[in-house]
């Protein structure tokens, strides 16, 4: 069964940095354009970043220049680094493809800013 599990949430104060990972199972994810999706409280789901196979990236105008999306491949995993972080980040932070797979939906990984 293929799967995506996505790491490295938590809760941290305003201004702080994080590291989320997904690691996936039965899917190469090196062939694949791949997103960080995040949903807030009452908020629809949201792609925050994304990151083709030959590695260009682009990110929604509310996180650019404070989240980098990367991909190591041999690991088989995309990881995003989110610098001074916002209240308004808070929110669970999913992986998926870009456009998204029903079937590639995880647990996500909770992301709270606060102080």
């Known amino acids: 069964q293929v799967q995506l599990v996505e790491s490295g949430g938590g809760l941290v104060q305003p201004g702080g940095s994080l590291r989320l990972s997904c690691a996936a199972s039965?899917?190469?994810?090196?062939?694949?354009?791949m997103g960080w999706y995040r949903q807030a409280p009452g908020k629809q789901r949201e792609l925050v970043a994304r990151i083709t196979s030959d590695g260009r990236t682009n990110y929604a105008d509310s996180v650019k220049g404070r989240f980098t999306i990367s991909r190591h491949n041999a690991k088989n995993t995309v990881h995003l680094r989110m610098n001074s972080l916002k209240p308004e980040d808070t929110a669970v932070y999913y992986c998926n493809e870009d456009p998204t797979l029903q079937a590639l939906w995880g647990q996500g990984t909770q992301v709270t800013v606060s102080s």
């Open positions: 039965k899917i190469i994810l090196s062939f694949y354009t």
